[in-house]
């Protein structure tokens, strides 16, 4: 069993920056993909960004290439998503999951721990 809490949303000017933070427990972290997505109200979960186990690999989805950037500490235990250049559309809720499986998966359906999620709001 992992248990991910995530921390780092609020409310944010377009144009600023937030990092969100995930710490998870309960699994050895460093076996562990992890993602993030975000659920905007009244649309699905979309991804967001992946990073490897060891942080060698990581993927994003386009509208946030160049602007967000996934990263993790694994002696933390802690995965990151420092988001800059944000703009209203990124306005969501925004989740941490883990995943087991050996390649970054993009599809929400294919992790297995998941956090509370965390607000983020940008104003325009």
């Given at each position: 069993?992992v248990?991910?809490?995530?921390s780092?949303?609020?409310l944010?000017?377009a144009?600023?920056?937030?990092?969100?933070?995930?710490?998870?427990?309960?699994?050895?972290?460093s076996r562990?993909?992890?993602?993030?997505f975000?659920q905007?109200?009244g649309?699905?979960?979309?991804?967001?960004a992946?990073i490897?186990?060891?942080?060698?690999?990581?993927d994003?989805?386009?509208?946030v290439?160049g602007r967000f950037?996934?990263?993790r500490?694994?002696?933390?235990?802690t995965?990151?998503?420092?988001m800059?250049s944000?703009?209203p559309?990124?306005t969501?809720?925004?989740?941490?999951?883990?995943?087991?499986s050996?390649?970054?998966?993009?599809?929400?359906g294919?992790?297995?721990?998941?956090?509370?999620g965390?607000?983020?709001?940008?104003s325009?």
């Amino acid at each position: 069993q992992v248990q991910l809490v995530e921390s780092g949303g609020g409310l944010v000017q377009a144009g600023g920056s937030l990092r969100l933070s995930c710490l998870a427990s309960g699994r050895t972290f460093s076996r562990l993909n992890m993602g993030w997505f975000r659920q905007a109200p009244g649309k699905e979960r979309d991804f967001v960004a992946a990073i490897s186990r060891s942080g060698g690999t990581t993927d994003y989805t386009d509208s946030v290439k160049g602007r967000f950037t996934i990263s993790r500490d694994n002696t933390k235990n802690t995965v990151y998503l420092q988001m800059s250049s944000l703009k209203p559309e990124d306005t969501a809720v925004y989740y941490c999951a883990a995943d087991q499986s050996f390649s970054l998966q993009t599809d929400w359906g294919r992790y297995d721990y998941w956090g509370q999620g965390t607000q983020v709001t940008v104003s325009s």
